[in-house]
């Protein structure tokens, strides 16, 4: 019975009732609903025992029924995009509907915020919106610098598109529905080889500053609880005064999250700018932990506390027990900065009317006190660096290329899947001594091995794999520094303090 597709089925059942994904009152509906997935009329044996599967075995159980359903022709293609496009519809089977869900969400946020949150992010994972046994597979590791301890993770758990699927999406006919990934529209969403399905994924509807937003959590969890809230219209990303007014009213509703946006202009954005979203979730980054290293005040604003943070990008906080004040000093700070210039250290406000100054903020509260990081953000380039002066620069590319976001800003590096692969290549090729630069897949690494080899007395088996990993947390510290518009040089914390006075 537990290998054939009725016993497979019967065990997804199991795991509806396990979880508390369905009642009792649900089996029979449930089964017959994975049955008609099948396109079978009636079980294959006569066994109805309920078993003990739970989400340590959900991988097991799809697995073996998405490989039925590819023997069956039910699947057209045995890949990661079709069988996660099947594997969806077989969740939904034990999926409630939004109004349900959003019933439960409230009634457990009138006991408090942290039930809601912890109840939906469970039922996130146990729908498989957030598959679990992916994650699980990420690379993560903690390195040390004198800002903190900053997170590194090798993300894992969103899977390359394979190449039956990119030529498959190529030739499918464009469709603007959802408009993009965070949309609104998504949720139920069947998907399609160039869109994911969504048919599992269930949304909470917020109100923020009075207009409609939407909560839901990442598929991906780059940290405990990573939640999305977005507009509820598809609206481009900006940075402006209704901002913090957004960010502070989130948390005011949710005191245990942090909430922050992406800056608003390409480079220094995230990947989505066409749709209004914060990043948040229940977890201390290191920015977070991270002291002001020196104070300042501005006129006017006596309640509030001003300073700036000892972190590799240029920051500063602002902390008090009014919101409104906080709010208003950091519309002040946003208008000054957008319109500030430094050509000695080659900061410019605009160039041939591009404008490139622009803030990523992250509000949160601590000891009882409301408290935004306001993060300067420039996106200009030059000849020599093109793909933005105030971004990773060429010699970290090997590792790092893409933009740094939200998540990046905070401390937690989010690092390209390729690394895994190529750190064991690594390893390989420093125990045995062998030249890097003469090995295809890693050469791009050979300077970089080259310095940071000779550096220690011995690598061995023993301590290679923390070197290695070490010293890729020393590239994102570095890939930090570039970003920060202010650097942290006498002469760049002097040109930091100007900009300051200006306030």
Known sequence: MKNSVYGLILRLVSYG???????????????NRLLSLFHMDEPDD??????????DTLEEILSGLL??????????ENTVTYRDLFDVKLMASLVKRPSEVIREFWQNYS????LA???????????DYIRRYRIKKDLKWKTSTEYGDIDITVNLSKPEKDPKAIAAAKLQKQSGYPKCLLCKENEGYAGRVNHPARDN????????????WFMQYSPYVYYNEHCIVFNGEHTPMVINDSTFRKLFDFISQFPHYIIGSNADLPIVGGSILTHEHFQGGRYSFALNRAEVERKFIVNGFDDVECGIVKWPMSVVRLTGKNKDSIISLSSYILKSWRAYTDADVGIFAETDGEIHNTITPIAFTKDGKFVIDLVLRNNITSEEHPLGVFH?????????????GLIEVMGLAVLPSRLKDEMAILKDAILNHKDVSEIPKISKHSEWVNEFVSQYDEINENNVDS???????KVFLNVLLDAGVFKRTPEGQKAFDKFIKTL
């Open 467 to 473: 070197i290695i990993q070490n010293e890729i947390g």
């Open 17 to 31: 009732i396990n979880t508390g994904l369905i009642e009792k009152e649900d089996i029979i509906y449930t089964q």
């Open 111 to 114: 006991v408090s915020p942290k």
């Open 117 to 127: 949150t912890d109840s939906y992010y469970k039922f996130s994972c146990d729908t």
């Open 46 to 55: 006569n066994c109805t025992c309920l078993t003990a599967d739970n989400e």
């Open 67 to 76: 490989d039925y359903a590819y023997e069956k022709g039910i699947i057209p």
């Open 392 to 404: 990773p620069h060429a010699n970290l590319h090997h590792i790092k290329k893409e933009n740094i």
């Open 201 to 212: 994924h269930r949304i909470i509807p917020l109100t923020i500053d009075g207009d409609n």
